[in-house]
């Protein structure tokens, strides 16, 4: 089994920073994948943040863009969220995702990190 593991979540001030990450039990990032970062609050949709692909092509939400920066490490099978100037709106659980694949396309999600953000 495959499974994501977040960590780096906690609470921060406004304006502080926090670094996200998400390590997976097997060599997977070493295949063909595109890694993301959901988030989700009580009462909305869970929205994407931030992905990348195996060519290390990222895109952003809106929100987040000049803030956030995704990165990854093969080697160490591990996807990064870097967030900068943190704002109350961001306070969510933080999902890491995974697809690996080219025919057959497998998804991992992992459990889950709450970031929370005081004003």
């Known amino acids: 089994q495959v499974s994501l593991v977040e960590s780096g979540g906690g609470l921060v001030q406004a304006g502080g920073s926090l670094r996200l990450s998400c390590a997976a039990s097997?060599?997977?990032?070493?295949?063909?994948?595109?890694l993301g970062w959901y988030r989700q609050t009580p009462g909305k949709q869970r929205e994407l943040v931030a992905e990348?692909?195996?060519?290390?092509?990222?895109k952003y939400a809106d929100s987040v863009k000049g803030r956030f920066t995704i990165s990854r490490d093969n080697a160490k099978n591990t996807v990064y969220l870097q967030m900068n100037s943190l704002l109350p709106e961001d306070t969510a659980v933080y999902y890491c995702?995974?697809?690996?694949?080219?025919?057959?396309?497998?998804?991992?999600w992992g459990q889950g990190t709450q970031v929370t953000v005081s004003s």
């Open positions: 097997g060599s997977i990032f070493r295949t063909n994948s595109k």
């Open positions: 990348i692909t195996s060519g290390d092509v990222s």
């Open positions: 995702n995974a697809r690996v694949g080219i025919g057959a396309v497998y998804t991992y």
